[in-house]
């Protein structure tokens, strides 16, 4: 179990750096694309060979919404910020997620009104990311930087409707070919969007330094096929409360591997924000009631 949750922590924690060093010298949404379709074609053929029913037209419509906007907008947008984001600080904003599920789920779905504890923690929260996207040149301010963050933002609420929208939609069944429908539904939306805005344009790998197409390889095997498993065997055999936990381990990672690894600032206004987030997170997950069951395969990963 432990082994289990160290995974999860780290290598999702490490996952934000990956995705920067990979968009250095190959096209963000291309990137993201095929590390998508890459994993979930993998994971698809895996399940399939296993004896695994195909997903029906109806469950594959349900993957390709639900990937278009977790995979295609909520990771896409994530991916093409860190052009202009630190990870660390990508890695922050996209902790601020569960603030757009409480609120989409009050306010479009029908979900219950936030308790006071949970209604504090979603308006810390945002006071957090607002610190930090401020003008500060140590965390990488400036108008390149506030359109990172508000795509980051914008991504986050794609990824948080997806997610609650899936609860009532037709997913594959097992989980693990739900996951896998979804990430190749997602890759494609990607790579198609890539293509459309010319990202394929002179695109050559012998280009491509070899950090880069080594953090591609990192992000495809341990980021969305090991640590997602992994991820799924934790849901089953331990307490939502314990594996939760990952939402506010995450980007503490991510800070400090930026920091460590990148050279990224780490100034007290991060710090201060990163502590308001992550214990506004903290404090959403812990008073949140528990939501409505979710359709197989609605879980997962922004990053």
Same mark, same amino acid.
């Given at each position: 179990?432990?082994?289990? @949750?160290?995974?999860?922590?780290?290598?999702? +924690?490490?996952?934000?750096?990956?995705?920067?060093?990979?968009?250095?010298?190959?096209?963000?949404?291309?990137?993201?694309?095929?590390?998508?379709?890459?994993?979930?074609?993998?994971?698809?053929?895996?399940?399939? %060979?296993?004896?695994?029913?195909?997903? /029906?037209? /109806?469950?594959?419509?349900?993957?390709?919404?639900?990937?278009?906007? $977790?995979?295609? %907008?909520?990771?896409?947008?994530?991916?093409?910020?860190?052009?202009?984001?630190?990870?660390?600080?990508?890695?922050?904003?996209?902790?601020?997620?569960?603030?757009?599920?409480?609120?989409?789920?009050?306010?479009?779905?029908? +979900?219950?009104?936030?308790?006071?504890?949970?209604?504090?923690?979603?308006?810390?929260?945002?006071?957090?990311?607002?610190?930090?996207?401020?003008? /500060?040149?140590?965390?990488?301010?400036?108008?390149?930087?506030?359109?990172?963050?508000?795509?980051?933002?914008?991504?986050? %609420?794609?990824?948080?409707?997806?997610?609650?929208?899936?609860?009532?939609?037709?997913?594959?069944?097992?989980?693990?070919?739900?996951?896998? /429908?979804? $990430?190749?539904?997602? +890759?494609?939306?990607?790579?198609?969007?890539? @293509?459309?805005?010319?990202?394929?344009? +002179?695109?050559?790998?012998?280009?491509?330094?070899?950090?880069?197409?080594?953090?591609?390889?990192?992000?495809?095997?341990?980021?969305?096929?090991?640590?997602?498993?992994?991820?799924?065997? @934790?849901?089953?055999?331990?307490?939502?409360?314990?594996?939760?936990?990952?939402?506010?381990?995450?980007?503490?990672?991510?800070?400090?591997?930026?920091?460590? %690894?990148?050279?990224?600032?780490?100034?007290?206004?991060?710090?201060?924000?990163?502590?308001?987030?992550?214990?506004?997170?903290?404090?959403?997950?812990?008073?949140?009631?528990?939501?409505?069951?979710?359709?197989?395969?609605?879980?997962?990963? @922004?990053?």
């Amino acid at each position: 179990m432990g082994v289990a @949750l160290a995974v999860v922590y780290l290598v999702w +924690g490490s996952t934000f750096l990956a995705i920067r060093f990979a968009v250095r010298t190959l096209p963000p949404l291309l990137m993201a694309g095929t590390r998508y379709s890459v994993a979930g074609g993998v994971l698809y053929g895996f399940l399939r %060979l296993k004896g695994a029913r195909p997903p /029906s037209r /109806s469950q594959w419509l349900g993957a390709l919404v639900v990937g278009a906007l $977790m995979i295609g %907008l909520g990771n896409g947008l994530l991916t093409w910020s860190e052009l202009v984001l630190p990870s660390g600080t990508a890695a922050l904003l996209v902790a601020a997620m569960p603030l757009w599920m409480v609120l989409l789920d009050w306010l479009v779905f029908g +979900g219950r009104r936030p308790r006071l504890p949970v209604a504090v923690g979603i308006v810390a929260g945002f006071a957090g990311v607002a610190l930090l996207l401020g003008p /500060s040149r140590g965390s990488g301010g400036g108008h390149a930087a506030l359109l990172g963050g508000i795509a980051i933002l914008v991504g986050t %609420l794609g990824w948080a409707y997806g997610s609650l929208w899936s609860r009532g939609a037709a997913m594959a069944d097992p989980p693990l070919l739900g996951t896998a /429908s979804h $990430m190749l539904a997602g +890759g494609l939306t990607l790579v198609t969007a890539g @293509l459309l805005l010319g990202e394929g344009h +002179g695109l050559s790998l012998r280009a491509a330094s070899t950090r880069s197409l080594l953090s591609f390889a990192y992000l495809v095997v341990m980021g969305s096929l090991v640590t997602y498993t992994t991820y799924m065997w @934790l849901l089953r055999h331990a307490q939502a409360s314990l594996v939760s936990t990952y939402a506010y381990v995450n980007p503490v990672v991510a800070v400090f591997l930026g920091w460590l %690894l990148a050279g990224e600032a780490v100034t007290a206004r991060t710090l201060v924000a990163a502590a308001v987030i992550v214990g506004a997170v903290a404090v959403i997950v812990t008073f949140r009631r528990p939501p409505r069951p979710r359709a197989a395969g609605a879980r997962g990963r @922004l990053d």
